[in-house]
T-cell receptor, first 112, second 110 residues
Framework: DAGITQSPRHKVTETGTPVTLRCHQTENHRYMYWYRQDPGHGLRLIHY???????DKGEVSDGYSVSRSKTEDFLLTLESATSSQTSVYFC???????????FGPGTRLTVT | AQSVTQPDIHITVSEGASLELRCNYSYGATPYLFWYVQSPGQGLQLLLKYFSGDTLVQGIKGFEAEFKRSQSSFNLRKPSVHWSDAAEYFC????????FGTGTRLQVFP
């Protein structure tokens, strides 16, 4: 399995609080991605990164920001959490050469 | 518009029966095509991928998929299903960014 960890694995937070999720990889892959998974929607791309300090928006980026200051870490921040952001969040990495993505174990976030 | 359709939300098969999960896509250029599997509470695991060459590709766990350009399809198959194959299966297409289908949940009866 690709070396990808996500922290925390579970989090409950209140509406309006900031939340940061961390993705850490040991594969030195160039590309990193954040997705959210909701029933009936499959996986939807939130933000992605092609390298250090090189990030861009996905299809559901409103309310989320990201940062990548090191190759191995990709942070997802919910500036002010809302109940609609209750979801399971997955990080993925890709070497970028053949485009397969490898997924982390996920973070289950509940916003009350 | 780019999209992936998995028409079957839920499929139930008996152990030992054959399986085919459908995937249709709409994409401007020739994309890479992938199938992933997700067990409950787990991340997604790559089963197989296709970009070019032989249109029948073999993957892990005894799965295979066939690319049919004329039908814009990339269906996943397995000749004999095992109880451990019960999971959710996702088709994805794209290159540096992937578009995922909404998934097909497979239930296996003994």
């Amino acid at each position: 399995d690709a070396g990808i960890t996500q922290s925390p694995r579970h989090k409950v937070t209140e509406t309006g609080t900031p939340v940061t999720l961390r993705c850490h990889q040991t594969e030195n892959h160039r590309y990193m991605y954040w997705y959210r998974q909701d029933p009936g929607h499959g996986l939807r791309l939130i933000h992605y990164s092609y390298g250090v300090k090189d990030t861009d928006k996905g299809e559901v980026s409103d309310g989320y920001s990201v940062s990548r200051s090191k190759t191995e870490d990709f942070l997802l921040t919910l500036e002010s959490a809302t109940s609609s952001q209750t979801s399971v969040y997955f990080c993925a990495i890709s070497p970028g050469t053949s485009y397969e993505q490898y997924f982390g174990p996920g973070t289950r976030l509940t916003v009350t | 518009a780019q999209s992936v359709t998995q028409p079957d939300i839920h499929i139930t098969v008996s152990e030992g029966a054959s399986l085919e999960l459908r995937c249709n896509y709409s994409y401007g250029a020739t994309p890479y095509l992938f199938w992933y599997v997700q067990s409950p509470g787990q991340g997604l695991q790559l089963l197989l991928k296709y970009f070019s060459g032989d249109t029948l590709v073999q993957g892990i766990k005894g799965f295979e998929a066939e690319f049919k350009r004329s039908q814009s399809s990339f269906n996943l198959r397995k000749p004999s299903v095992h109880w451990s194959d019960a999971a959710e299966y996702f088709c994805a297409v794209g290159t540096d960014k992937l578009i995922f289908g909404t998934g097909t949940r497979l239930q296996v009866f003994p």
